[in-house]
């Protein structure tokens, strides 16, 4: 399997300390988990950035440009070389906290 670097835990610290809870959905208190997918190219790099799960429109687009700005990816490998590997993510939203991920 493809890996953050550093790790998970610092895959969580990246979202943590990059999202901006989006102002519209602090103001009609909308909160929930959207499920992201991607791919994690041979390279590391992530392609196919996809909303799987829906909260709410604000949300969606926060979730997508968090993982759009992540950095390269170590790769996921088979038999000793790099390929492509689908990965799914489920952020949620929690007002009061800021954010809160289900690992």
């Known amino acids: 399997m493809p890996e953050f670097p550093g790790g998970e835990q610092e895959f969580w ?22 499920v992201v997918q991607f791919i994690v190219e041979k390279d590391g790099s992530i392609t196919d950035v996809q909303v799987v799960k829906s909260v709410d429109p604000s949300l969606d687009k926060e979730a997508v440009r968090m993982v759009r700005i992540m950095p390269k990816w170590n790769a996921g490998m088979q038999q000793g070389k790099p390929v492509r590997v689908k990965y799914i993510v489920p952020i949620k939203f929690t007002l009061g906290s800021k954010i809160k991920f289900r690992q």
């Open 13 to 34: 610290n990246f979202l943590s300390s990059n999202m901006r809870y989006p102002l519209i959905a602090m103001e009609n208190n909308i909160e929930g988990e959207v």
